[in-house]
């Protein structure tokens, strides 16, 4: 299953590989995973665990203090906390704001992903780059039939991730800078407008264009599709949402459009199974059957 903006992105790079007489297409998908760029305290967590408030630890944490922009001391205290007082494992809360609660209660007896439950001894920075790694698998699993182009994103291929893996956790900070392994690597082949650039445009802006100009053909789609025939959706807390007069304010729409893919998905498969006997018994019974 693909985001709704890839096709859009997919004509684009189709068009460009016709010109080029490209048969292939190399993107960057999942470099931000690979490359770590997650501004968490697990970083200076790693720090302390190996070497204290040593000369390490205090760089790092002047420079996550300048991305995020927090003091010094506060990350301190946080990486404290995070090193000896909680789990080492990275806390991935599911994306359940518009799921009914038959839904949530589907996903509460689900097993966690194993990339979410590090072996003993593993530092909290790495267990945090490996979990960041779960969702980039998309472009790995994903395949996309009906594509003109094959595509390959070498960014997620194995050697690449596990030499990634292999770097510690704060060697991907500098003043300034998120992904700094990387911007090092390739500062002589790279201008440095773009070696030291701290923004991007990513898809999220595509999508949130999408949202606004198809709200209501959303709002039909997903209040009239087969998940909430499923009883999957919260339909007055969806409804609610896409009710909302304006422009995005959050990230909630991020949320809507996952359900968007997936009742698209689900809208394919007209021949399809009906919904599982657990659905139906949750349906039936309610979250406490």
Known sequence: MHRCFTQAQDAVAAETAELCGADILIDGGGGDNVFFASRTVSILADCLATGGLDKRFWNAARA???LVQTGTWALAWRAVHRAWLRSRAPRQP???????????????????????????????????????????????????????????????S?????????????????PGQDRATVRRAFAPDLPEEIIARRSKGTPTGFAAT?????????????LGGRLVEFGLIDE?????????????????????????????????QIHGPQPSSTVRRLLECGPNA
């Open 64 to 66: 996550l203090g300048d």
């Open 94 to 156: 599911a994306a359940v704001a518009f799921l009914s609660d038959a839904a949530k209660a589907i996903i509460a007896d689900t097993v966690a992903h194993p990339w979410f439950l590090p072996p003993q001894g593993v530092l909290p920075g790495r267990a945090s780059h490996v979990a960041l790694l779960a969702p980039a698998q998309n472009l790995v699993e994903a395949i996309n039939a009906q594509a003109l182009y094959r595509a390959i994103s070498p960014l997620v």
């Open 158 to 174: 194995q050697p690449v991730v596990e030499a990634c893996l292999r770097v510690p956790s704060w060697h991907w900070l500098a």
């Open 210 to 222: 999408i949202f606004d100009r198809q709200r209501q053909a959303i709002y039909d789609m997903l």
């Open 236 to 268: 007055a807390k969806l409804a609610h949402a896409l009710s909302t007069p304006g422009p995005v304010r959050d990230l909630r729409f991020v949320r809507i459009m996952e359900l968007v893919d997936a009742e698209a998905w689900a809208a394919a």
